[in-house]
Structures are given as structure tokens and as C-alpha cells.
């Protein structure tokens, strides 16, 4: 999976939990929490998706690394190249 | 038609799920209506068959019309209440050319919104709601504005709070989570709901309904979580019998109840049954909730942001995971002597998570 797919799923279940957010705006260094209102709820139901659609199970030891989108992305790309 | 609020007076049936003839049981989901908490499933209470539906699809009715009669199983049917006259759709809905106009600036496909005007025409609401966008929380704010204005108005709210060491919820979800797969890994609200749940147990008068001038405390502790919508409203669903519920329980219920609340698909009986209310308000550095009572119930709990904060252990100072948890409660009927006893209890219950 290249980087721009990897970042096109992220940003599809991140679309499911905050449908009325303009992910263009997104900034790629900060942190998603923050930027889009997500509570830990909403944080919990985000990772379950990126668990869903790509089968990687972030530990909880691990929130901090993707904390922001290119974290994120930098994170599942290292994970799925293992 | 259910009264899912205090303040709800009418709902409009969308669509019926089941068909006269049909077989329903307790629980089952047999009609949508369109309230100002948004779309809600209709359960039924009784068992049977659905005899006659009363109420036709796109009509708007008063809260307490019946919606149709079910005979229940072995028995005869309910009394049969007036039906409620309403235009029938005939052929394809006919569609105003502004609401018309509205749907093309909307991308919105008029053919297939289901209209709620005279003879099943499409109207401007119905074009907005079936967009998705405004409409809902504009009148979920008006119904949220209604019921807090009567709890400011008759409720006379006392506020007491209490600083909780999290410090042992905070070690045990650590451990909890460590071999946990993501979908089953618990946040801190389940722990914080279940220790309010069970201590209610011992708090009946928390757990309350004010009725036609007093409390007539209720057997079931079913928790309204506060919710809110990304669209500006607020919804307290249901955690039923949340005392019951383990805490792996309470946050899968949880999950499925946010899902559902922001999809606009919760079940009547989850907006009608709640016996208190909690809300948890500390993601965006909210230290102290001071919670509004939502009518009829008596008491709100609330809490704030776990913080690294000074606490003193055996005459010395530690740093632990601190939480404020407060409550509203109606004067009427409990004292903040009771309330002062329920917080404590909370907290104790907090200082071994392993045993909820």
C-alpha cells in the first residue's frame, strides 16, 4: 500500500467520526484529537476502524506515535512493511 | 406515539417495519418517527400480532396517539383508540419548485425524499433533512432549550463535588488494556459509569422520577450518558440496568450507543427510560461540571479531566491521576448530606476497579 492509499483510509474512518470535518484543512503534525473535537470515545471508535479496514491493532503503549496524521501514517506504513 | 423527553410533544412516523398480520414480540423495532432528538426506533411492549396500524406514514401526531393496535398474544386486542385521518400518498410526491431548487443545490434526489406535506408533497425540511445537514440540530437545540429551561425553572438544584485519586483506575485499565485487541479495550468512562451505577444501589432517592409533585424512586438504574452531537445537540441515551452491566459491558454499550446516537438511530425506550444522567466533560480540560438536572429525573453526575495532580498520601505529597466528580440534585427530594454520602461512596468504590 503506498503512502497516498495508506492516507486515503486514514482519512475515510476519520471521515465515519467526524463527518462534518473539512479534512483538506487537516494539519498533518498536530494532533488529530485536538483539531477535530475527537473524545476518547470517538478516539477508541477511530482506531477500531483503522483496525477494520487495515488490520493493524495499535497497543495502547503506542497512542502517542499516532497522535497525528502523518504519525499515523509513518506508524501503519512501518507496521505493514514489518 | 412515545414521549421520548420531557418536553417532546409530538413526533412525525416515518415508516412502519412491520406489517398488519405480523407477529411482533417485547423489544421489537416496529416503527421510525421523526422527533427533535432525531429519528427514533420504536419498540414495542407487548407481545402479539400487529392488528391495525392507526397512523399512516409522513403524518405528525401528538405524543400519546396510539400508533396501532397489537393483539396481544392469546388475549384481544388493546382497545381500539380513534385513528388519526391523514392524507394517503398516491403515485409519485409531488415537489415544490423551491424545495425542488433546494435539492439541486443540496445534491439531493427529490424522487426519493418521502414528503411530509399535504398529500405527500416534498417540502424544504424534508429536502434539508434528507441532506443530512442543519435541520436536526436546529430543533434538537430548541428541545434541549425546553428542558432546561423547566429544570432551571422548577428544579431547585444543590451542587457538591468531590476530588477522586484515580490513581488505582488508572494502573488497572494500564493492565486491563495491555493484551487487549482495540475493539475491546475499555476507557475510563466505563469504570466511572459502573462505580456511579452500583452506588446508586444504595442511593434510591438519586435514582428518581419527580411526579405530579413528588419522587417516586425507580427499581431500574438506567444511566443517561450525555452525548453530544457533532451537529450542536445533545442526546442522554439509556444504559440499561447499568448496574448490572459489567464494565466491559458498559463500554461496548457505550460504543454502540455513541455509533447509534450520532447515526440518529437510538430506540425509543433508550431516550425515555433514563433514571440519571451522568456527563463526562473533561476532554477538552473541563476541571468541575455543574450539571443541569434533566426533568423529570432528580440528579445529574458529572466529571471533569483526569489530571496529574498533588495528593496527599500518609502526611506526604504524591502525584496521581485526580478527578472531580460533582453532583446536581433536586433539593426536593435528597439533601447534600445524601449527596455528600453518594460522591464518597463513588469514590470508594474507584479505590478497587478490579472488584466493580
Known amino acids: 500500500m503506498t503512502r497516498d492509499e495508506l492516507r486515503?483510509?486514514?482519512?475515510?474512518?476519520?471521515?465515519?467520526?467526524?463527518?462534518?470535518a473539512d479534512l483538506s484543512r487537516l494539519a498533518p503534525d498536530a494532533p488529530?484529537?485536538?483539531?477535530?473535537?475527537?473524545?476518547?470515545?470517538?478516539?477508541?471508535?477511530?482506531?477500531?476502524?483503522?483496525?477494520?479496514?487495515?488490520?493493524?491493532?495499535?497497543?495502547?503503549?503506542?497512542?502517542?506515535?499516532?497522535?497525528?496524521?502523518?504519525?499515523?501514517?509513518?506508524?501503519?506504513?512501518?507496521?505493514?512493511?514489518? | 406515539m412515545p414521549a421520548l423527553g420531557a418536553d417532546m410533544t409530538a413526533g412525525r412516523l416515518i415508516a412502519w417495519l412491520k406489517?398488519?398480520?405480523?407477529?411482533v414480540t417485547r423489544g421489537d423495532i416496529i416503527a421510525e418517527v421523526d422527533t427533535d432528538k432525531g429519528v427514533i426506533e420504536v419498540e414495542v411492549f407487548t407481545s402479539g400480532v400487529l392488528?391495525?396500524?392507526?397512523?399512516?406514514?409522513?403524518?405528525?401526531?401528538?405524543?400519546?396517539?396510539?400508533?396501532?393496535?397489537?393483539?396481544?398474544?392469546?388475549?384481544?386486542?388493546?382497545?381500539?383508540?380513534?385513528?388519526?385521518?391523514?392524507?394517503?400518498?398516491?403515485?409519485?410526491?409531488?415537489?415544490?419548485?423551491?424545495?425542488?431548487?433546494?435539492?439541486?443545490?443540496l445534491g439531493v434526489d427529490p424522487a426519493a425524499v418521502r414528503g411530509s406535506g399535504p398529500e405527500g408533497a416534498v417540502t424544504?425540511?424534508?429536502?434539508?433533512?434528507?441532506?443530512?445537514?442543519?435541520?436536526?440540530?436546529?430543533?434538537?437545540?430548541?428541545?434541549?432549550?425546553?428542558?432546561?429551561?423547566?429544570?432551571?425553572?422548577?428544579?431547585?438544584?444543590?451542587?457538591?463535588?468531590?476530588?477522586?485519586?484515580?490513581?488505582?483506575?488508572?494502573?488497572?485499565?494500564?493492565?486491563?488494556?495491555?493484551?487487549?485487541?482495540?475493539?475491546?479495550?475499555?476507557?475510563?468512562?466505563a469504570v466511572l459509569l459502573k462505580a456511579v451505577a452500583v452506588t446508586l444501589r444504595d442511593f434510591p432517592e438519586l435514582n428518581a422520577r419527580w411526579v405530579e409533585g413528588r419522587a417516586a424512586p425507580i427499581a431500574d438504574i438506567n444511566v443517561g450518558l450525555a452525548i453530544s452531537l457533532r451537529d450542536g445537540g445533545l442526546v442522554a441515551p439509556a444504559l440499561h440496568h447499568a448496574d448490572r452491566l459489567s464494565v466491559d459491558e458498559l463500554m461496548s454499550t457505550t460504543l454502540d450507543l455513541v455509533e447509534r446516537a450520532r447515526a440518529g438511530t437510538l430506540r425509543s425506550s433508550e431516550l425515555s427510560d433514563p433514571t440519571i444522567t451522568v456527563t463526562i466533560l473533561g476532554e477538552r480540560g473541563v476541571d468541575t461540571v455543574y450539571g443541569v438536572i434533566y426533568p423529570p429525573q432528580v440528579a445529574i453526575v458529572g466529571f471533569g479531566k483526569v489530571v496529574q495532580g498533588a495528593w496527599v498520601v500518609d502526611g506526604g505529597v504524591v502525584v496521581r491521576p485526580l478527578v472531580r466528580a460533582t453532583l446536581a440534585a433536586d433539593h426536593r427530594v435528597s439533601d447534600g448530606h445524601r449527596g455528600?454520602?453518594?460522591?464518597?461512596?463513588?469514590?470508594?468504590?474507584?479505590?478497587?476497579?478490579g472488584r466493580l
Open chain 1, 8 to 20: 486515503q483510509a486514514v482519512l475515510g474512518v476519520l471521515k465515519d467520526i467526524a463527518p462534518e
Open chain 1, 32 to 82: 488529530i484529537r485536538d483539531q477535530l473535537d475527537i473524545d476518547s470515545i470517538d478516539f477508541m471508535r477511530f482506531l477500531i476502524g483503522i483496525n477494520e479496514k487495515l488490520h493493524v491493532d495499535v497497543p495502547e503503549a503506542d497512542y502517542q506515535k499516532v497522535a497525528s496524521l502523518n504519525g499515523m501514517l509513518q506508524y501503519l506504513g512501518d507496521r505493514l512493511s514489518a
Open chain 2, 19 to 23: 406489517r398488519p398480520g405480523e407477529t
Open chain 2, 51 to 105: 392488528e391495525k396500524t392507526l397512523v399512516e406514514p409522513g403524518a405528525k401526531v401528538p405524543v400519546g396517539t396510539p400508533l396501532a393496535v397489537i393483539r396481544e398474544a392469546g388475549g384481544t386486542p388493546a382497545p381500539a383508540p380513534t385513528p388519526v385521518a391523514v392524507p394517503t400518498p398516491e403515485g409519485r410526491a409531488p415537489v415544490s419548485p423551491a424545495a425542488r431548487r433546494l435539492a439541486a443545490e
Open chain 2, 124 to 189: 424544504l425540511e424534508d429536502v434539508r433533512r434528507a441532506s443530512g445537514k442543519g435541520v436536526r440540530g436546529e430543533r434538537m437545540r430548541q428541545a434541549v432549550a425546553a428542558a432546561v429551561t423547566r429544570s432551571k425553572r422548577e428544579i431547585p438544584h444543590y451542587y457538591i463535588g468531590h476530588t477522586i485519586d484515580l490513581g488505582p483506575v488508572t494502573t488497572w485499565l494500564a493492565e486491563q488494556n495491555r493484551d487487549r485487541p482495540v475493539a475491546r479495550r475499555l476507557v475510563h468512562s
Open chain 2, 340 to 353: 455528600a454520602l453518594f460522591l464518597a461512596g463513588v469514590a470508594d468504590r474507584l479505590r478497587e476497579p
